[in-house]
Structure formats: structure tokens, C-alpha cells
């Protein structure tokens, strides 16, 4: 079974400066997804970028980027020029591609504050 | 986004009592979910329907009864619980096609419960 470990249970960053969360993960697969999530104080969970395995390229979103290393089975969320709104709980999920469907393992996630 | 609303927000019930948690999704989604989220511990599936059936139960206690009566709609029925229940309980959504996927799942803003 894939398991998701996000070894910073909390973390802070100066707002307009850069945060790197991180996140491994376990798995004998070489096909696969990666997300990761934010979840809010409204808590609802919101994707915030999501990476296919099999591409070599890391994936970007605006100011939201990964650190994609396979053979190291990490998975890092870095995120630049930090905002207010940024603040929230981030959840790394893992996705294997033998199932159909949305089923993810998630990790125990980072909640991250963002100081003014 | 949003297009998944649940209720209600928060719940408070003993544990003899019986009570429902309703998710409904806007989204025309062929999949509905349950996560349970405890404090400091990952996200944990409970149920998945696919097309309106049960695909998946993570051997989920008998006291959590899942209804799917159509694709729009998730219950989670809860009876006899116990205090260790206690938890945030939320739904998602997505579109499943036969294969892998990267499709994304929308979540709900959940139901926070506490049994006493």
C-alpha cells in the first residue's frame, strides 16, 4: 500500500517571502499522480497543483511550483511570494494509476503561517 | 470553487442518537466520496460511489451507513456512535472515467461532529 508522509507539521513564512513544504511518499508503482491541497479555516479543500509522474517537467501554478524528484519519491511544494491567503493547512495526496477514479492517499499535512 | 454543499455544518450528538450527514454536488459528477479527517492524523476514505455504487469501503465500522440514492446526493448515516468519532467529516466529488486519471476531487466545506 502507497503511503504519504509530510514530516513539518507546522511551518512559518514572512509575507512576499518563499516556503518550501515538504513531502515523500511510498510506493512500488512507476505510474502515478501527486497533488497537493490547501484546505483553509473555511475548510474546504482546494487543489492547488498536481504533477503526472511520468512527466519529467515540474509542474507550475503562478506563484505555486513542485520539486518533483522520483527516484527520491519526494514531492515539495514551494511557494513564492507569500501571501496572507496563503495561510491554510497543505495536504500532499498520492493517486495511484492501477485504479480508476479519485481515490487519494493523503498525507498528515503542514498547517502554514504566514506572518504579516 | 464550490458545487459541493454540505450539511449540516456542525453536529453535536450522544451516542445513542441517530443522525444524518447530507453532501449534494452541482457539478455533474459520476462520484461521490466520505473522508474522515481526525486531528493530526491523515485523511481517511471511507466510502466511494461510482455511477451510484458502492465500489469501496475501507472496513469502515457498521455504525457509518452510506446512501447514494443518485449521483447528486451522498448520506452518511450515523447510529450508535462513539466519542472517538469525533471528527471532520467531509465530502468530494469528481467525474471517474474508466482508465487513470488525473481528474481532480472537489470537496465540501464538511461536517464537523462531536459525540459526546
Known amino acids: 500500500a502507497q503511503t504519504v508522509t509530510q514530516s513539518q507539521p507546522e511551518m512559518s513564512v514572512q509575507e512576499a517571502e518563499t516556503v518550501t513544504l515538504s513531502c515523500t511518499y511510498d510506493t512500488s508503482e512507476s505510474d502515478y499522480y501527486l497533488f497537493w491541497y490547501k484546505q483553509p479555516p473555511s475548510r474546504q479543500m482546494i487543489l492547488v497543483i498536481r504533477q503526472e509522474a511520468y512527466k519529467q517537467q515540474n509542474a507550475t501554478e503562478n506563484r505555486f511550483s513542485v520539486n518533483f524528484q522520483k527516484a527520491a519519491k519526494s514531492f515539495s511544494l514551494k511557494i513564492s511570494d507569500s501571501q496572507l491567503g496563503d495561510a491554510a493547512m497543505y495536504f500532499c495526496a498520492y493517486r495511484s494509476q492501477e485504479t480508476s477514479g479519485s481515490r487519494l492517499t493523503f498525507g498528515e499535512g503542514t498547517q502554514l503561517t504566514v506572518n504579516p | 470553487e464550490t458545487g459541493v454543499t454540505q450539511t449540516p455544518r456542525h453536529l453535536v450528538m450522544g451516542m445513542t442518537n441517530k443522525k444524518s450527514l447530507k453532501c449534494e454536488q452541482h457539478?455533474?459528477?459520476?462520484?461521490m466520496y466520505w473522508y474522515k479527517q481526525s486531528a493530526k492524523k491523515p485523511l481517511e476514505l471511507m466510502f466511494v460511489?461510482?455511477?451510484?455504487?458502492?465500489?469501496e469501503n475501507n472496513s469502515v465500522p457498521s455504525r457509518f451507513s452510506p446512501e447514494c440514492p443518485n449521483s447528486s446526493h451522498l448520506f452518511l448515516h450515523l447510529h450508535t456512535l462513539q466519542p472517538e468519532d469525533s471528527a471532520l467529516y467531509l465530502c468530494?466529488?469528481?467525474?471517474?472515467?474508466?482508465?487513470?486519471?488525473?481528474?481532480?476531487?472537489?470537496f465540501g466545506s464538511g461536517t464537523q461532529l462531536s459525540v459526546l
Open positions: 468530494a466529488s469528481s467525474q471517474d472515467r474508466v482508465g487513470p486519471t488525473n481528474e481532480k476531487l472537489f
Open positions: 457539478l455533474g459528477h459520476n462520484a
Open positions: 460511489y461510482s455511477l451510484e455504487e458502492r465500489v
